[in-house]
């Protein structure tokens, strides 16, 4: 086991976390919307990755996370607020991953989706007829370089934990599941345990991260918390990248959030077209992501 | 008699899901496509509709002639220039399922581009057959019966089309094994080029019908698509009998919770029922488990 | 590493300290907006704010521009689209400016968007004119962020002027005690009919049916088959577009009549007349206008001319006319000083297409909030304090077949 890989990463850390001394709101802004799809696409692949299992309930454990902040931020000192936020959402995983996990492919795929906007529905039906408000409003006195120093601490926490899980025993058991389904359990391996631990472990992330962004808003109705969007552009994210590689996501991130700033700055009515254009010219020239890219240049 | 209205206005509800989810069938069972844009091609045939109907004066049943030859061409253009290549890239089905994940989210943007700038983002919305008739003395609006009727039949059509014919048994052959089913002569790439386009006609013919009655808008696409996916989902992945059975279960589901409960919970109560079927059946009503 | 830090940072407080100073040599007047294009928020914004901000910005440049001081400066716009999600929202308008350096911004589409983006809008001291949201909150927001205007006011306001005219016509007996009201699951929704639950039965009226639906429901059969069998006097419903056309389709399917029928967004649209034609006769809904305005008359005209359709009656012309206080605003002052025209903004009257607008609480003082199709125009009739204000046409004529 090496360590190596931790020095250059924690200068890397260390140069980012200097940003708002410097950046202008904007820069700032496109740099926490990275850090936000680089958490949640990271937590998703360390999942995902591994089992092949599609997920859609990213928004579930963001809107969850989100809404604890909603709800308790204003009443309750910060720290323990996301705890709370990332203890609602861990136990949430757990429930929904002991459930689900013998679903396979495409129909785990729509019950993680029909999962988030269940959620989203109850939401609204308890703000509906229990507190006869939708919306709520975040007034939590936290400023935009706060929230990025935040959220840069937890990206680091994630790609930490996909780090040591990646070497772990966890880890291991994880790429034989990913391999052979079959054989994991022969090889003394309770697949449902370690993929229950890794949904809880990847839902408690993306939970922390809706409780992050969320005063950024100062406005949370259900739509907007568990807006679907989120998780099939997480989903997307992840795919393009890699998931395959814990630096995967990160590699499908960068791109497309810029890709998308800058279609959207330059072509704001024809927006949907030229992204769609490229998109399709992207699959078609990147099939395995672009850790697959990479990683075959490097073995070239 | 209340329930007698309920049923009605369930059933005719639970025929819209099932039209609406028919095509994606095909398209994920047989042709192995997960289309994301599915929906896009729904408010595009709406579109044409309103177009024939406002602009042209066909009305929309007649439309349905000219949208449906159109939409089966345009899909089987786009499974062959566009997907054929993942088809054949793919090493396995996971893979696929992944590139046509990508794939068609790009096609969704592109259509919904071009509707957006074809057509704005505006609500449109039109008023066809909007007449009441009484069936069993609970009213209903003509459009929507005429819905479940092309439900009715383009369901049981295809069902005896999948099950009497030999073109629908090869499709179901490369639905249940494409390997198995090349070693019997069957060019599985024809039968899935057929699928696709036979699903991409089937949702167009859907959103010529349902353009008579619900407000549509260029953005609002992926709402069909998520809404045919569960019924596919739920009914089991390629079988028409169950994409019938789970729109009306849902339909019905829906309408009894809003005359009996309450109308807030409907789409609670839909997820509810379909997280349910699923945990009780991890394929779905008729699906075969996956392994 | 230091020196080179605290260098740049040098360099890049005197670059924010030039441009604090107010350009000399400026040639055109830089206006940014995000907007939603598409998504959800698509619907609405292409219908009341896309083609208003447009239709402004080419009338002020056609005149040679906006007035500066004794020049006039062309606009220049900076767009971009939020896809109905507060979070790009938040991030374009940080990009307008930060980035675009624009001079001034006009406000995105929806409630939550508009609050999502409030803070950065505070922080920045840009006038953020608010004209596609209804928060029960308005006043106190207003308070809290001084540069932010809500010019759709208070979800309250909209249901009290709703009981002024039941009460009315209950005063004349004309209607009964019974009102079904139901709402969409959403912001709006949900804001109005808990504004309106108190305020009916305050005022004496009964609650026969009072629910709430899903976003995005579309099938309005079970619901207007119990309404019906609750057999109200009155039925309210706080709808959005769609689902204001379903209520009303299957209402008429039905042939539910109630004496009054009100419904929320949308009902204002052209679409609903041109769906429902004769049949809108007497239907009542959220906005508004006073029709007889040459002021609007000519708005409408010129409207229908640039966008080839007619403008709602609720939100579009309260949009021009915010965006005629704006530059009636800017002009005042003289010069790009966004803090003077805040100020300016919340302090001045203004005459607009819509009459003389004065803001109090950072809230017009003078909204319709219930308005009637009558003989194929759509007037304000409430609050009936309003200049203009016509009287209810009572009762709706029953549904005829189309």
Same mark, same amino acid.
């Given at each position: 086991?090496?360590?190596?890989?931790?020095?250059?990463?924690t200068l890397?850390?260390?140069?980012l976390?200097?940003?708002?001394?410097?950046?202008?709101?904007?820069?700032?802004?496109?740099?926490?919307?990275?850090?936000?799809?680089?958490?949640?696409?990271?937590?998703?692949?360390?999942?995902s990755?591994?089992?092949?299992?599609?997920?859609?309930?990213?928004?579930?454990f963001?809107?969850?996370?989100?809404?604890?902040?909603?709800v308790?931020?204003?009443?309750?000192?910060?720290?323990?607020?996301?705890?709370i936020a990332?203890?609602?959402?861990?136990?949430?995983?757990?429930?929904?991953?002991?459930?689900?996990?013998?679903?396979?492919g495409?129909?785990?795929?729509?019950?993680?989706?029909?999962?988030?906007?269940l959620?989203?529905?109850?939401?609204?039906?308890?703000?509906?007829?229990?507190?006869?408000?939708?919306?709520?409003?975040?007034?939590?006195?936290?400023?935009?370089?706060?929230?990025?120093?935040?959220?840069?601490?937890?990206?680091?926490?994630?790609?930490?934990?996909?780090?040591?899980?990646?070497?772990?025993?966890?880890?291991?058991?994880?790429?034989?599941?990913?391999?052979?389904?079959?054989?994991?359990?022969?090889?003394?391996?309770?697949?449902?345990?370690?993929?229950?631990?890794?949904?809880?472990?990847?839902?408690?992330?993306?939970?922390?991260?809706?409780?992050?962004?969320?005063?950024?808003?100062?406005?949370?109705?259900?739509?907007?918390?568990?807006?679907?969007?989120?998780?099939?552009?997480?989903?997307?994210?992840?795919?393009?990248?890699?998931?395959?590689?814990?630096?995967?996501?990160?590699?499908?991130?960068?791109?497309?959030?810029?890709?998308?700033?800058?279609?959207?700055?330059?072509?704001?009515?024809?927006?949907?077209?030229?992204?769609?254009?490229?998109?399709?010219?992207?699959?078609?020239?990147?099939?395995?992501?672009?850790?697959?890219?990479?990683?075959?240049?490097?073995?070239? | 008699?209340?329930?007698?209205?309920?049923?009605?206005?369930?059933?005719?509800?639970?025929?819209?899901?099932?039209l609406?989810?028919?095509?994606?069938?095909?398209?994920?069972?047989?042709?192995?496509?997960?289309?994301?844009?599915?929906?896009?091609?729904?408010?595009?045939?709406?579109?044409?509709?309103?177009?024939?109907?406002?602009?042209?004066?066909?009305?929309?049943?007649?439309?349905?002639?000219?949208?449906?030859?159109?939409?089966?061409?345009?899909?089987w253009?786009?499974?062959?220039?566009?997907?054929t290549w993942?088809?054949?890239?793919?090493?396995?089905?996971?893979?696929?399922?992944?590139?046509?994940?990508?794939?068609?989210?790009?096609?969704?943007?592109?259509?919904?581009g071009?509707?957006?700038?074809?057509?704005?983002?505006?609500?449109?919305?039109?008023?066809?057959?909007?007449?009441?008739?009484?069936?069993?003395g609970?009213?209903?609006?003509?459009?929507?019966?005429?819905?479940?009727?092309?439900?009715?039949?383009?369901?049981?059509?295809?069902?005896?089309?999948?099950?009497?014919?030999?073109?629908?048994?090869?499709?179901?052959a490369?639905?249940?094994?494409?390997?198995?089913?090349?070693?019997?002569?069957?060019?599985?790439?024809?039968?899935?080029?057929?699928?696709?386009?036979?699903?991409?006609?089937?949702?167009?013919?859907?959103?010529?019908?349902?353009?008579?009655?619900?407000?549509?808008?260029?953005?609002?696409?992926?709402?069909?698509?998520?809404?045919a996916?569960?019924?596919?989902?739920?009914?089991?992945?390629?079988?028409?009998?169950?994409?019938?059975?789970?729109?009306?279960?849902?339909?019905?589901?829906?309408t009894?919770?809003?005359?009996?409960?309450?109308?807030?919970?409907?789409?609670?109560?839909?997820?509810?029922?379909?997280?349910?079927?699923?945990?009780?059946?991890?394929?779905?009503?008729?699906?075969?488990?996956?392994? | 590493?230091?020196?080179?830090?605290?260098?740049?940072?040098?360099?890049?407080?005197?670059?924010?300290?030039?441009?604090?100073?107010p350009?000399?040599?400026?040639?055109?007047?830089?206006?940014?907006?995000?907007i939603?294009?598409?998504?959800?928020?698509?619907?609405?914004?292409?219908?009341?704010?896309?083609?208003?901000? !447009?239709?402004?910005?080419?009338?002020?440049?056609?005149?040679?521009?906006?007035?500066?001081?004794?020049?006039?400066?062309?606009?220049?716009?900076?767009?971009?689209?939020?896809r109905?999600?507060?979070?790009?929202?938040?991030?374009?308008? !940080?990009?307008?400016?930060?980035?675009?350096?624009?001079?001034?911004?006009?406000?995105?589409?929806?409630?939550?968007?508009?609050?999502?983006?409030?803070?950065?809008?505070?922080?920045?001291?840009?006038?953020?004119?608010?004209?596609?949201?209804?928060?029960?909150?308005?006043? !106190?927001?207003?308070?809290?962020?001084?540069?932010?205007?809500?010019?759709?006011?208070?979800?309250?306001?909209?249901?009290?002027?709703?009981?002024?005219?039941?009460?009315?016509?209950?005063?004349?007996?004309?209607?009964?005690?019974t009102?079904?009201?139901?709402?969409?699951?959403?912001?709006?929704?949900?804001?109005?009919?808990?504004?309106?639950?108190?305020?009916?039965?305050?005022?004496?009226?009964?609650?026969?049916?009072?629910k709430?639906?899903?976003?995005?429901?579309?099938?309005?059969?079970?619901?207007?088959?119990?309404?019906?069998?609750?057999?109200?006097?009155?039925?309210?419903?706080?709808?959005?577009?769609?689902d204001?056309?379903?209520?009303? !389709?299957?209402?008429?399917?039905?042939?539910?009549?109630?004496?009054?029928?009100?419904?929320?967004?949308?009902?204002?649209?052209?679409?609903?007349?041109q769906?429902?034609?004769?049949?809108?006769?007497?239907?009542?809904?959220?906005?508004?206008?006073?029709?007889?305005?040459p002021?609007?008359?000519?708005?409408?005209?010129?409207?229908?001319?640039?966008?080839?359709?007619?403008?709602?009656?609720?939100?579009?012309p309260?949009?021009?006319a915010?965006?005629?206080?704006?530059?009636?605003?800017?002009?005042?002052?003289?010069?790009?000083?966004?803090?003077?025209?805040?100020?300016?903004?919340?302090?001045?009257?203004?005459?607009?297409?819509?009459?003389?607008?004065?803001?109090k609480?950072?809230?017009?003082t003078?909204?319709?909030?219930?308005?009637?199709?009558?003989?194929?125009?759509?007037?304000?009739?409430?609050?009936?304090?309003?200049?203009?204000?016509?009287?209810?046409?009572?009762?709706?004529?029953?549904?005829?077949?189309?």
């Open positions: 086991m090496t360590f190596l890989p931790l020095i250059p990463a890397l850390v260390a140069a976390a200097t940003l708002p001394l410097y950046a202008d709101g904007y820069c700032l802004s496109l740099s926490l919307s990275l850090l936000n799809y680089t958490v949640l696409a990271t937590a998703w692949a360390m999942f990755g591994p089992t092949r299992y599609v997920s859609l309930a990213t928004v579930a963001f809107g969850i996370g989100a809404y604890s902040v909603a308790l931020g204003e009443v309750l000192p910060w720290p323990l607020v996301l705890l990332a203890a609602v959402g861990g136990a949430v995983a757990l429930l929904v991953g002991l459930s689900t996990l013998r679903l396979s495409v129909y785990f795929v729509v019950f993680t989706f029909g999962l988030a906007e959620i989203r529905q109850l939401v609204t039906w308890y703000e509906v007829n229990v507190t006869r408000a939708l919306g709520r409003y975040v007034f939590v006195d936290v400023t935009q370089a706060q929230i990025y120093w935040q959220m840069l601490a937890l990206a680091t926490l994630v790609f930490l934990t996909g780090w040591l899980v990646g070497r772990s025993r966890l880890g291991f058991a994880l790429r034989i599941i990913g391999d052979d389904e079959t054989v994991a359990p022969h090889v003394g391996i309770d697949i449902t345990i370690v993929k229950v631990a890794l949904f809880a472990l990847s839902a408690v992330f993306m939970t922390l991260a809706g409780a992050i962004m969320a005063p950024r808003w100062t406005y949370i109705d259900p739509a907007i918390a568990f807006n679907p969007m989120v998780s099939f552009q997480v989903l997307i994210m992840a795919l393009l990248g890699g998931a395959g590689r814990l630096y995967g996501p990160l590699l499908g991130v960068i791109p497309l959030t810029l890709l998308f700033e800058f279609l959207i700055a330059r072509f704001p009515n024809h927006f949907s077209i030229i992204l769609g254009l490229v998109f399709l010219v992207i699959v078609y020239l990147v099939p395995n992501g672009v850790a697959g890219l990479t990683a075959r240049r490097a073995a070239r | 008699m209340i329930l007698i209205d309920a049923l009605l206005s369930g059933v005719t509800l639970g025929g819209m899901y099932a609406i989810a028919m095509g994606l069938t095909l398209q994920y069972g047989v042709a192995r496509i997960m289309n994301l844009s599915y929906g896009e091609f729904l408010i595009a045939a709406a579109f044409l509709a309103f177009w024939f109907f406002t602009g042209l004066g066909v009305n929309p049943p007649a439309g349905l002639l000219l949208v449906v030859p159109l939409a089966f061409l345009v899909n253009a786009i499974y062959r220039a566009l997907l993942l088809v054949a890239r793919a090493k396995t089905r996971a893979a696929l399922e992944v590139d046509s994940i990508l794939a068609t989210f790009g096609l969704l943007f592109v259509i919904q071009i509707a957006l700038v074809a057509f704005g983002g505006a609500y449109y919305s039109y008023s066809y057959l909007a007449v009441p008739v009484s069936v069993l609970s009213t209903i609006a003509a459009n929507r019966l005429v819905a479940l009727a092309a439900a009715a039949v383009i369901g049981g059509g295809l069902y005896l089309v999948m099950t009497r014919t030999r073109l629908g048994t090869a499709l179901r490369v639905a249940v094994d494409p390997v198995a089913a090349q070693l019997v002569a069957i060019d599985i790439r024809a039968a899935a080029a057929f699928a696709f386009a036979l699903g991409g006609g089937l949702v167009a013919a859907g959103g010529v019908l349902v353009s008579m009655f619900l407000t549509f808008s260029a953005t609002m696409g992926v709402l069909f698509t998520m809404k996916l569960i019924v596919v989902i739920m009914g089991g992945v390629g079988n028409l009998m169950g994409c019938l059975v789970a729109g009306l279960l849902l339909g019905l589901a829906e009894l919770v809003s005359r009996f409960v309450d109308p807030g919970l409907t789409l609670a109560a839909t997820f509810t029922l379909f997280l349910g079927i699923l945990l009780w059946r991890p394929a779905g009503l008729f699906g075969k488990a996956a392994r | 590493m230091k020196h080179g830090l605290t260098g740049l940072l040098a360099g890049l407080l005197a670059g924010a300290a030039l441009t604090a100073l350009a000399l040599a400026q040639e055109s007047v830089k206006i940014g907006w995000a939603s294009k598409t998504g959800p928020n698509a619907g609405g914004a292409t219908i009341s704010l896309i083609p208003n901000y !447009e239709m402004w910005v080419k009338e002020i440049n056609a005149a040679g521009g906006l007035k500066l001081g004794d020049k006039r400066l062309p606009i220049t716009v900076v767009e971009y689209d939020d109905s999600s507060s979070e790009e929202a938040v991030r374009a308008v !940080e990009r307008l400016i930060n980035q675009d350096k624009v001079d001034f911004l006009l406000a995105p589409w929806g409630t939550g968007v508009n609050l999502a983006v409030g803070p950065v809008f505070a922080k920045a001291g840009y006038p953020q004119l608010a004209t596609t949201a209804v928060n029960e909150r308005a006043v !106190e927001l207003g308070k809290r962020w001084p540069n932010s205007f809500w010019f759709l006011g208070q979800g309250s306001a909209g249901a009290g002027a709703l009981v002024e005219v039941l009460t009315n016509l209950r005063k004349d007996g004309k209607i009964g005690n009102v079904a009201m139901v709402s969409v699951a959403d912001g709006f929704g949900i804001d109005l009919s808990s504004a309106g639950r108190p305020l009916i039965e305050k005022a004496g009226f009964k609650l026969v049916y009072d709430s639906y899903p976003v995005g429901t579309q099938d309005m059969a079970p619901i207007v088959t119990e309404v019906q069998r609750a057999n109200p006097d009155v039925f309210v419903a706080f709808s959005y577009p769609p204001t056309l379903g209520l009303t !389709e299957q209402s008429r399917l039905l042939g539910f009549n109630p004496k009054v029928f009100y419904t929320g967004v949308g009902t204002a649209f052209p679409l609903y007349k769906r429902f034609g004769a049949n809108a006769q007497g239907v009542m809904g959220i906005g508004g206008w006073d029709a007889s305005r002021e609007l008359q000519d708005y409408f005209k010129r409207h229908v001319a640039f966008a080839n359709r007619e403008p709602d009656r609720w939100a579009s309260i949009t021009y915010a965006l005629q206080m704006l530059q009636q605003a800017i002009e005042r002052v003289g010069r790009v000083d966004r803090a003077a025209v805040v100020k300016e903004l919340q302090t001045g009257s203004f005459e607009t297409i819509v009459g003389t607008m004065k803001m609480d950072n809230i017009p003078n909204l319709w909030w219930v308005g009637q199709w009558q003989d194929g125009e759509f007037y304000g009739i409430a609050p009936t304090t309003n200049q203009g204000a016509r009287a209810p046409l009572f009762p709706k004529p029953a549904w005829v077949a189309q």
